[in-house]
């Protein structure tokens, strides 16, 4: 059982739930304590020690289902004697074939029908050709060929083909027994190899996928694969949820270690002078504030879901942000965020004034006339777009006053940087007013570029 | 591992038969008015066989501070409960010395001293007698002992309860953590102090942060799900025992259609049971439209909820008949 647990754990880490020693030695008093007798039991103790957070508890119960499942083996029962009609000849015995064969355990295992037997012998064979190790899907054919291997199916092969030379339709029939038995194992085990391949590989298939696609250009032709979208989607979120647990944690002062001498003093007064209080200087810890403008026109069309399922992460990750859209004109659009799920938010923004003409001066000039006064010294504005302006003017008297007014400006374009400033981009006259410009197509670069951002402001 | 047998030995939790197993434990818990789902029960028996925090975590109202009061009433063991909030710290969770008590007596010693000190053969002696007073004035007797101090120092065990651990700082988590893994505490001016018998502790969340890992591993974790509508049922029942099963019924399932609803503030078991409660009060003994229009700000806290919900009354109330 020892070695069941912990193949239980190695499936539990490939289904992403994390398990440390610690919990994992918990886990193994946990089960000295109850026993295996009871499953109920075993599932509810093991997901106490092991399973830490409601996420990992769903993945635990699955994992657990899983894992512990063994359904009964379909297996072929000997097959009745034909009714009536002339007795049919009596089978050949096992003795009869060889001396090999009579020993053979597998076959003996498939004449009695002993499928209990039969799991137990999969089990030993399986741990043998070591199948838990497999990582792909890939492996699966080879993996169930060393299974088969491993029960010593060439043995029965060998024993099928004697038995066919056997004199009289006894051997016959033997042969047919064990080949029908043969085909039965054969099955199971690539169930068994599947099953185990979910358990273990299923889950890394997933996360290499989800590797891949974190460094793909967002702006690629045809842009993101509707398949891929969901899980672009969950990886935003995932992304957006790892940045707010980082930076979400209050942290309004930080100690600096320097005495106040001022305010120790002020203290002790009320002690007659006796400094019981001693009171240490403090420094505050700026919150980030931060203005977010995207981009929805029809240059970044590919981009844009993309982008704004970005912002609507943020939202929820920074407490005071305000977000913008534009093509033609620009509005804020906290509001949607704030009252509809993802999807729905997205749609909305794109509803409102996505896929327009862009014009960047245009929009400069809306954030200029009703919402410059959000900008001071803490503020950092980031924009999201490709500085596509369809030759109009590009405003940069107002970059130049967001540039002064603000702590920093950080242009974020999908646009590799070899784009930029040819046809009608602007980028390189915007350049100038932006701390930061760097070009971000892919998750990989926006999560850094963002963490950089909130670095600022939250010391570690 | 000695050590921890030992310590097991020493919990009084062990003498008592709702710990024996799983089963006798909801039975147990039972018999205290608190209605557990198999999975809760053995997160508990787990926690106190291994000696280990039990992190509780679930939505607001369904149940979380009530499993640890029903488990110190199970145990006949006190109950030390610590609310956790931003700025909380280990003065106000440990310990604290009792300035205003040393303030009086150094007052008091001032006129003394002179005398004390007149006899002293030269400077070096007087310093030497100095320092021995020194020492009385972070003694015992000037010790404010808070929530984790009291509850280490409870010598028969007792159940602890650290209430809304998400609320505390991070740097409150970390220090939770000696006391949490040793069940021990260091004051620099007396030394360690350690528990005799382990308390049993809880530890809530209500996600409002996500705790840290190292906290997280120290502690075995339970979350509780709101109930499906056969658990709710009883549970009504056990709090509020003068109701009838036919209006239990309706209301556990009108809860449950609520439940589904995209409401801002979906409601808990709490809320089910105080609208039992409020049911009773007005005599009612079936549920319609009209008697829940009227209560249906015992159960939904916001007014966009309210709004919602009314116009649905009649259609809810169908829905709820068909609930199983």
Redesign the interface.
């Known amino acids: 059982m020892q070695h069941q647990m912990e193949d239980f754990i190695r499936a539990l880490r490939a289904a992403d739930v994390?398990v440390?020693p610690?919990?994992s030695i918990?886990a193994h008093?946990?089960v000295a304590?109850?026993g295996y007798a009871d499953r109920?039991?075993l599932k509810?103790?093991l997901?106490?020690?092991l399973?830490?957070?409601?996420d990992?508890?769903r993945r635990f119960d699955r994992a657990f289902d899983a894992f512990f499942a063994r359904d009964p083996f379909d297996f072929a029962t000997p097959p009745p004697p034909p009714e009536g009609g002339e007795a049919a000849p009596p089978e050949a015995k096992l003795e009869d074939v060889s001396e090999e064969a009579a020993g053979s355990e597998l076959a003996q295992i498939i004449l009695a029908g002993d499928s209990t037997a039969l799991t137990q012998a999969m089990e030993r064979a399986a741990q043998a050709a070591q199948v838990s190790e497999i990582r792909l899907s890939t492996q699966k054919s080879r993996l169930t060929r060393r299974l088969l291997d491993e029960m010593g199916v060439a043995e029965i092969e060998k024993i099928i083909s004697q038995a066919r030379r056997l004199e009289g339709e006894g051997g016959a029939a033997l042969a047919d027994r064990l080949e029908a038995g043969r085909k039965a194992v054969a099955a199971e085990a690539q169930r068994y190899v599947q099953r185990q391949h979910d358990l273990y590989a299923a889950e890394s298939g997933r996360q290499l996928r989800e590797e891949l696609l974190a460094r793909k250009a967002l702006n690629a032709e045809g842009g993101i694969d509707p398949v891929d979208l969901q899980v672009m989607q969950a990886l935003v979120r995932k992304m957006a949820k790892r940045l707010a647990?980082r930076y979400?944690?209050?942290?309004n002062r930080a100690r600096k270690g320097h005495l106040d001498v001022r305010r120790t003093l002020r203290q002790s007064m009320a002690?007659?002078g006796?400094p019981?209080n001693v009171v240490w200087k403090t420094e505050r810890v700026d919150k980030p504030k931060i203005i977010a403008i995207c981009d929805v026109s029809k240059s970044v069309a590919a981009a844009a879901q993309f982008l704004l399922t970005f912002l609507y992460s943020l939202n929820e990750v920074v407490d005071r942000m305000d977000a913008y859209a534009f093509s033609g004109r620009m509005i804020p659009v906290n509001q949607i965020l704030d009252e509809h799920g993802v999807d729905k938010a997205i749609l909305e923004v794109l509803k409102l004034i996505g896929f327009q003409q862009t014009d960047y001066g245009r929009a400069l000039q809306d954030f200029a006339e009703n919402h410059l006064d959000k900008l001071d010294r803490h503020t950092t504005v980031i924009f999201l777009g490709d500085a596509r302006s369809n030759y109009a003017d590009p405003r940069l008297d107002i970059m130049r006053t967001i540039h002064e007014r603000s702590r920093s400006v950080i242009w974020l374009n999908p646009e590799p940087e070899s784009y930029w400033n040819q046809g009608d981009s602007v980028m390189n006259r915007y350049l100038p007013f932006c701390h930061l410009a760097k070009t971000c197509n892919t998750l990989d670069q926006l999560e850094r570029i963002i963490e950089d951002v909130l670095r600022q402001y939250v010391p570690h | 591992m000695t050590i921890l047998a030992q310590a097991a030995n020493a919990s009084p939790s062990m003498d008592s038969d709702s710990f024996a197993s799983?089963d006798a434990l909801v039975e147990g818990l039972a018999s205290v008015g608190y209605i557990a789902s198999?999975?809760i029960a053995?997160?508990l028996?787990?926690?106190v066989?291994?000696q280990?925090p039990?992190?509780v975590?679930g939505v607001a109202g369904v149940g979380k501070t009530e499993l640890a009061l029903s488990t110190a009433t199970l145990l006949g063991l006190p109950l030390i409960r610590m609310q956790c909030y931003?700025g909380l710290d280990e003065s106000k969770a440990l310990y604290e010395w009792k300035?205003g008590k040393?303030?009086l007596y150094?007052?008091i010693l001032k006129d003394r001293m002179g005398a004390e000190l007149a006899d002293a053969a030269g400077m070096d002696e007087a310093m030497e007698r100095l320092h021995g007073m020194g020492d009385m004035f972070f003694s015992e007797p000037f010790l404010e002992p808070r929530p984790l101090m009291k509850a280490l120092r409870e010598d028969d065990g007792c159940v602890l309860l650290i209430d809304e651990i998400d609320k505390s700082?991070?740097a409150f988590e970390a220090f939770l953590l000696e006391v949490l893994s040793a069940y021990q505490a260091s004051v620099p001016e007396l030394g360690v102090i350690k528990a005799k018998t382990p308390p049993i502790v809880f530890l809530t969340s209500n996600n409002v942060?996500?705790l840290g890992?190292a906290l997280?591993?120290?502690?075995?974790?339970?979350?509780i799900p709101l109930p499906e509508a056969s658990l709710e049922r009883r549970i009504v029942a056990s709090r509020v025992p003068n109701i009838e099963e036919r209006l239990t019924h309706q209301l556990v399932g009108f809860v449950h259609a609520l439940r589904e609803m995209d409401l801002r503030k979906s409601p808990s078991i709490s809320e089910t049971v105080d609208w039992a409660r409020a049911l009773i009060l007005m005599h009612a003994d079936s549920l319609d439209a009209a008697m829940v229009r009227d209560t249906l700000n015992v159960i939904l806290k916001y007014e966009q909820d309210i709004q919602m919900v009314e116009p649905q009354v009649s259609e809810l109330l169908r829905t709820a008949q068909t609930t199983p």
């Open positions: 994390r440390s610690v919990e918990d008093e946990a304590r109850i109920e039991l509810d103790a997901c106490a020690t399973a830490k957070s409601e990992e508890v647990d979400s944690r209050r942290r002690y007659g006796v019981f | 799983v198999r999975r053995t997160a028996y787990m926690s066989h291994l280990k039990i992190l975590e931003e300035y040393q303030l150094t007052q700082d991070e942060r996500d890992d997280k591993r120290r502690c075995l974790h339970l979350h």
